[in-house]
């Protein structure tokens, strides 16, 4: 078989006012499809693992604050089934005093400010989810 001389082509195809492509039999639309085919695939694929991923955060950021709500909650069951032992101890001696000072301290901080933290952490983060979902 002989191959037609490239400017021969170019001549031809001048001539009976057609592209190359048609001459030789090869169509140019049929690529585009499947390309524009293979183009609409591969953002298929992006757009399922962007949900994946979204979804993933999300769980991510739900166990976060069941795990935190839990280990505030064993610290409440803690703190309470010891009773504020400190206050029955000799704080005539400085070491001793000084732990039941910073226990007395963590203790009412914690008591105070613990619930607090949880409903506004959690407001917040509800209120931006809020957000980005609409």
Sequence with gaps: MSVPDAEM???I???????????LGESIVEKEKNDLKVISEKLEVINEQLSMRKK?????????LIIT????????????VLGSP???WDYSDPEWSI????????????????PLTVIVITSII??????RNK
């Excluded at 993933?56 to 976060?64: A, E, L, T, W």
């Excluded at 910073?102 to 400010?113: D, G, M, N, P, T």
């Excluded at 509800?126 to 957000?131: A, F, L, R, S």
């Design 9 to 11: 082509l170019i001549t």
């Design 13 to 23: 195809s001048e001539i009976f006012e057609t592209p190359v492509s048609d001459i």
């Design 56 to 64: 993933q955060k999300r769980k991510r950021i739900v166990n976060f």
């Design 69 to 80: 709500d839990v280990c505030i909650i064993l610290l409440f069951i803690l703190l309470e």
């Design 86 to 88: 400190y206050q029955s």
């Design 99 to 114: 732990i039941g000072t910073l226990w007395h301290s963590f203790e009412w901080v914690f008591f105070k400010v613990a």
């Design 126 to 131: 509800g209120i931006i989810y809020v957000k």
